[in-house]
């Protein structure tokens, strides 16, 4: 199967300076090491391969690099392409994680921002987002259902601690599907966690 390509866009008032270049190639240096990646190339790359390292002359920097394939849309913007080969789903995840640590710890310039996307690294946030989200709507969903408890059920019950049963069933309900999950190879998407709330309904 063909690779894929994840770009990591690194952006500033102006890129085309020797410190941020050096930063290309360090962030590269790093992405190179994980496990799956295959390549990473920019016009960084593409500069220290045609001059041998990275000039001091600004004008000279630019000279190179602007023949750097399309890299360097421009002043403001360049482009490190990674490719990443074809592989399960799970280990694709953990890729693309692994390039978002990559990137975090790799000390930007003053003034640079960086961003990545593509395929891989969409999927993975995406996912990292519905799961914080499946979190949060449980978190507020148990605190209204005990709310509601104490105020409708507590009046009829003996123990007030027996308005919470329902509760603690409709949690261990949502615990054993969320972590028996992996076991089946699914993986937790907008759908699942829109169950979240319609099981622990159910339970009452």
Not at 148 to 158: A, I, N
Not at 173 to 181: A, E, N, P
């Amino acid at each position: 199967m063909a690779p894929e390509n994840v770009y990591i866009l690194v952006k500033a008032d102006d890129v085309l300076t020797r410190d941020v270049f050096e930063y290309m190639l360090t962030l590269q240096k790093a992405l190179n090491q994980l496990d799956g990646v295959i390549s990473t190339t920019s016009p960084a790359s593409f500069v220290e391969e045609v001059y041998g390292g990275i000039p001091d002359n600004d004008y000279l920097l630019e000279m190179i690099a602007e023949k750097s394939s399309g890299l360097l849309p421009d002043k403001s913007l360049a482009l490190i392409s990674v490719q990443i080969g074809r592989m399960e789903s799970d280990k694709l995840m953990n890729v693309a994680e692994n390039i978002e640590k990559a990137i975090s710890y790799v000390q930007q310039p003053p003034g640079v921002a960086v961003e990545v996307t593509g395929g891989a690294v969409l999927m993975y946030q995406i996912t990292e987002a519905v799961i914080e989200d499946v979190y949060r709507t449980f978190f507020i969903a148990s605190v209204v259902m005990v709310l509601v408890l104490v105020v409708v059920f507590s009046g009829v019950v003996r123990s007030k601690l027996t308005v919470l049963f329902p509760l603690a069933i409709s949690m261990l309900s949502v615990s054993v599907m969320v972590g028996s999950m992996p076991l089946f190879g699914l993986t937790m998407t907008e759908y699942v966690s829109a169950t979240v709330p319609i099981l622990i309904g159910s339970c009452y």
